[in-house]
């Protein structure tokens, strides 16, 4: 059964700080990984949308990577912003069971002016 | 290019009734997934509809059933409501799943009294 882990839960940094965001997973025969942002009480935003046959994917300040064989990914934010302040998810496409995704708990982000 | 809607936005229940919620998506998506929102779980996948079939189902009770209509538009129905079915519902389309980016919708709040 996969299982999706994120670290840190939490994370609080000042505005400008570059940060990183850790995903791991257990079985590695995904078909993609998927980072999504929650703001409170709201639905998910796709960030970024990475194949199993991908390395990497760049959106403005995002970019997110895949190492499939180690079952991680990293979600990696430069410069950040009071704006970028949500819950960070992750979630993964496995092989079987088509459209499902299966999320970690996500890490909470704080960015202060 | 309307995204997922959903509705109702927020639903207060007493325990033993019903509910349905409802899930519109993208244009031209024929795959509708969906999930639950609770602090304690996280997200957890609970069926997805492709073509008005139901294809995939999670590891929820018999009172949790959906369907799907002729033009994508997706239904769930939870009988006899239960304290912890208290949760955010999200739904989500991609196109034909599997291998597509999904989308998810703004969510429904059900609280359970």
């Not at chain 1, 390395?55 to 403005?60: A, D, I, P, Y």
């Amino acid at each position: 059964k996969q299982e999706v882990t994120q670290i840190p839960a939490a994370l609080s940094v000042p505005e400008g700080e570059n940060l990183v965001l850790n995903c791991s997973f257990t079985d590695s025969a995904i078909y993609n990984l998927q980072w999504f942002r929650q703001d409170p009480g709201k639905g998910l935003t796709s960030l970024l949308l990475i194949q199993s046959s991908q390395r990497e994917q760049t959106s403005g300040r995002l970019n997110a990577s895949l190492d499939k064989s180690s079952g991680r990914s990293t979600l990696y934010i430069a410069a950040s912003q009071p704006g970028d302040s949500a819950t960070y998810l992750c979630a993964v496409k496995g092989r079987s069971g088509y459209s499902t995704l299966t999320f970690g708990k996500g890490t909470m982000l704080l960015v202060s002016p | 290019k309307a995204g997922v809607t959903q509705t109702p936005r927020y639903l207060i229940k007493t325990r033993g009734q019903q509910v349905t919620l409802s899930c519109s998506p993208i244009s031209g998506h024929r795959s509708v997934s969906w999930y639950q929102q609770t602090p304690g779980q996280g997200l957890q996948f609970l069926f997805e509809y492709f073509s008005e079939t139901q294809r995939n189902k999670g590891n929820f009770p018999g009172r949790f059933s959906g369907r799907q209509f002729s033009n994508s538009r997706s239904e769930m129905n939870v009988s006899t409501l239960e304290l912890g079915d208290s949760a955010l519902y999200l739904c989500a389309s991609s196109y034909s799943g599997g291998t597509n980016e999904q989308f998810f919708g703004p969510g429904t709040r059900l609280t359970v009294l």
